[in-house]
């Protein structure tokens, strides 16, 4: 198996034991997807050190990113309160999602 292809199947099984865990214990989603982001930073860490091809890394990178966003937005959906607009649940989930990935930190 090519290095991307078990880094993929591997980051995709440790991001859904991440999730799994986060989910049965209600965790805060700063500790949540600052912890996920560490991981995907590990992995394409080691990638680059490994391949040749950067955007190979990155698109792996990006694609890891978008797994463990759809595994944060089901949960939204999921833990919505029944009066709750489930389109806005989403559009609000994602801008939350992105702000702490790429900041670290809570929106102000």
Known sequence: MEK???AKALGEKIIKSQHDYFETNDS???????NLKRIIVAIA???KSEIDSEEEVDDLVEH???FSKT??????KKNKDGDENEAEIRE???IWF???FENEEYPR
């Open 98 to 100: 992105d702000y702490i």
């Open 4 to 6: 991307l292809e078990f």
């Open 71 to 76: 595994l944060y937005l089901s949960e939204c």
């Open 28 to 34: 805060e989603d700063l500790y949540y997807i600052t």
């Open 64 to 66: 890891l990113r978008q």
């Open 45 to 47: 860490e080691y990638l």
């Open 92 to 94: 609000e989930s994602e």
